[in-house]
């Protein structure tokens, strides 16, 4: 019975996804028909002893009642061998055939074949960052259908937990250490719709900022996902210098709306609101770090930093080095995860923070008219 079960749910998964349960959501991954026959094999076994143990507990309350008038027998067995060993030897074989069948479910889970394609992955507070063979990173996880993919992963900060329920995969993510986790899916979701996709949660609390770490898995055709590297690997070398605040600008700063703000508000980290007067020698240049130096005492001809784009670039790299008064030392290094066009981008866009919406990031103006080609003239 438990093959045909088994046989039921591959079925299933062979034309498509398993459709989502009570207990479950949709399973698009080569792990989720045997996770799903576990679960429920474990689930009826459980529900047939309570039943049985329900009804018997009723009937013998209802038939060993002490009723008026009659005395209180002690002449009842005290021994049954039989029986003893029946609900003995019976749940422990239940057990052991549970335990076989879930440790064979477990190497699968744990043993990424070999020809598997590797994502990197780092966790920090709070998103995270995937990084792709050919260089090109996402913040959130696109993967080929069809192909098994293996997550090399690690924490930057405090301990993290990536959970893809549809794939039924969940694995820690310990700093100072690196862990595996892998999965297959076969059936392409597409990434154009809002719905698109599966969910990806962190399942470790981890901060203030933890629900912020809710991200999606897009599965695309192969053909369609070398496509999307290629170009996701090459996007800021595309964008022309003098639209880079523009365009490159709110994507980058995506990354940092966790912790930091466009309106003033108070966050993790300081607001952006105000920051290039703050460093260039404006209002606010006198504001303070917890090691008792200023904006303008550190910034300038003859000191530290030079520049004050010097000063953002660094900032970005090691963001450790000096700390605004009043906020702790959380914001994780972007050295090797934004380079010097983006970090151009960034300081671009804080130059000109008044083009854009204080909620969003989104740039208010229109996109100037492009040029007419010399076909059109």
Not at 55 to 69: A, S
Not at 168 to 188: A, E, H
Request: proline fraction near 7%.
């Amino acid at each position: 019975m438990m093959s045909m079960l088994t046989m039921l749910t591959l079925a299933q998964a062979a034309d498509g996804p398993t459709p989502p349960t009570f207990w479950m959501p949709t399973g698009a991954s080569a792990h989720a028909s045997n996770v799903d026959s576990m679960m429920w094999w474990i689930n009826l076994i459980m529900w047939a002893f309570l039943a049985l143990n329900t009804v018997l507990t009723v009937y013998f309350v209802w038939k060993y009642r002490h009723k008026v008038g009659t005395k209180f027998r002690t002449d009842g067995p005290d021994h049954n061998g039989p029986l003893e060993l029946a609900w003995t030897v019976g749940p422990l074989l239940i057990c052991i055939v549970l335990f076989i069948f879930g440790f064979q479910g477990y190497l699968d889970v744990r043993t990424p074949p070999k020809e598997s394609y590797d994502i990197n992955v780092t966790a920090y507070k709070w998103g995270w960052q995937f990084k792709y063979p050919n260089g090109a990173q996402s913040d959130d996880l696109v993967i080929p259908a069809g192909k098994p993919v293996r997550l090399v992963m690690r924490a930057s900060d405090v301990l993290h937990s990536c959970y893809i329920p549809a794939f039924r995969v969940k694995q820690d993510l310990v700093p100072g250490r690196y862990t595996y986790l892998w999965f297959q899916s076969d059936f392409p979701t597409g990434m154009d719709q809002p719905t698109d996709g599966h969910h990806l949660f962190c399942t470790e609390y981890c901060g203030t900022g933890h629900s912020n770490m809710n991200r999606r898995v897009y599965v695309l055709p192969q053909e369609q996902f070398d496509a999307w590297t290629t170009k996701q690997a090459n996007w800021l070398d595309e964008i022309p210098e003098e639209e880079l605040y523009w365009k490159a600008g709110p994507k980058l700063y995506a990354r940092c709306v966790q912790c930091h703000s466009l309106d003033g508000t108070k966050g993790i980290g300081p607001s952006w609101k105000g920051i290039w007067a703050r460093v260039s020698g404006g209002e606010g240049s006198n504001g303070a770090f917890a090691g008792g130096s200023t904006y303008s005492g550190l910034i300038g001809a003859g000191k530290q930093y030079a520049t004050a784009e010097d000063y953002i670039r660094a900032s970005i790299y090691n963001p450790g080095e000096h700390l605004v008064q009043g906020y702790g030392n959380v914001m994780p290094t972007f050295k090797g995860q934004i380079n010097d066009k983006g970090i151009d981008a960034l300081i671009g866009m804080m130059k000109k923070l008044d083009e854009f919406d204080p909620k969003t990031g989104a740039w208010l103006k229109t996109p100037p008219a492009a040029a007419p080609t010399a076909s059109a003239k």
